[in-house]
């Protein structure tokens, strides 16, 4: 069963501590996307990658890290220089047949206590 | 800057009434656009997508979508609405030389009561 799977669900932190949140994907797609979405605000791009090894700051970089030292997996570490981390926060894939459909995870809500 | 915008963040319907949502971008040259929904505790998942040909699309559900390209404007689009519609709908767009970033609207979520 292919997909796309993050985790945890929930995640809560105290304010100051990083935060890594995990995407997996088992679609073999190359490209891979964080966003986060706050309410009324639509879906922002974080981070992207390409390629294995590669990634690209998107909109909202500032105050989060990634790597992509797999193909499968793109984890996203939220630090303590986001100034509202508090979001729900979702990752996506897309193949190299059809580059521009992006399809998604279920999210994780992350909220700083 | 391109830009998605989403004219209503909240819509509230009857069952079997007929159901428009707005979304207008901002860019002049070629774009690809698409709906995506989001019903509750559920995955964002692809209802429709435009890339060109026929400005007509049909997506799944029974959800379509016009793109006019002079009105900037891919407008989403169901005859008859369900209870089982209830979610938020995000209109979203990739612009050529974007290497396949969305920019998303804001949301619209529409409630649908018996």
């Known amino acids: 069963d292919g997909g796309i799977t993050q985790s945890p669900k929930y995640l809560f932190r105290k304010e100051g501590q990083n935060v890594t949140l995990s995407c997996e994907q088992n679609l073999n797609h190359d490209a891979m996307y964080w966003y986060r979405q706050d309410p009324g605000q639509g879906l922002r791009l974080i981070y992207y990658s390409q390629i294995v090894n590669d990634f690209q700051k998107g909109d909202i970089a500032e105050g989060y890290s990634v790597s992509r030292e797999k193909k499968e997996s793109f984890p996203l570490t939220v630090t303590s220089a986001q100034k509202n981390p508090t979001a729900f926060y979702l990752c996506a894939s897309t193949s190299q047949e059809d580059t521009d459909t992006q399809y998604f995870g279920p999210g994780t809500r992350l909220t700083v206590l | 800057a391109q830009s998605v915008s989403q004219h209503n963040h909240h819509v509230i319907l009857s069952e079997a009434a007929s159901l428009e949502l707005g979304c207008n971008y901002s860019y002049g040259g070629t774009v690809n656009l698409f709906w995506y929904v989001q019903y509750p505790g559920q995955h964002l998942q692809l209802l429709l997508k435009y890339f060109s040909g026929d400005p007509l699309v049909k997506g799944i559900k029974g959800f379509e979508a016009e793109f006019i390209k002079s009105k900037f404007s891919f407008n989403l689009r169901k005859p008859s609405v369900q209870w089982s519609d209830t979610a938020e709908y995000f209109c979203?767009?990739?612009?050529?030389?974007?290497?396949?970033?969305?920019?998303f609207g804001a949301g619209t979520r529409l409630a649908v009561h018996p």
């Open positions: 979203a767009a990739s612009f050529s030389g974007g290497y396949n970033k969305l920019i």
